[in-house]
């Protein structure tokens, strides 16, 4: 354990998996999201759907082969933030349409 924090070079498997730790973490947080943020978490499917796949035909830890994973770690929050501002706006803009017409058929 005490080898994991010691930096061994680009080939070491343990600098390999500590560094897409953070990216696979985000990508699973979004995808247990799917009900609440649906094309964010399609996303993350298909990204997370890679890993178990990589992992078991993986002979030598490679850094090419998990960067799909490590760039879309990148991209998750901001894609589930503008994600969560398009449905918020077009909330809005439904209850903005929504009202008029109430109100012009209860009158």
Do not use: D
Request: hydrophobic residues 55%; glycine residues 6%.
């Amino acid at each position: 354990m005490a080898e994991t924090t010691q930096y061994q070079g680009l080939t070491s498997g343990r600098f390999v998996y500590w560094n897409l730790l953070p990216a696979l973490v985000c990508t699973t947080l979004i995808f247990l999201l799917y009900k609440w943020l649906p094309s964010s978490g399609l996303a993350a499917l298909i990204v997370l759907v890679n890993v178990p796949i990589l992992f078991g035909i993986m002979t030598t830890p490679s850094f090419r082969f998990m960067y799909s994973l490590y760039l879309y770690g990148y991209f998750v929050v901001p894609l589930a933030v503008a994600e969560l501002a398009v449905l918020r706006r077009r909330r809005a803009v439904a209850g903005e349409v929504a009202c008029p017409a109430q109100t012009a058929v209860t009158a």
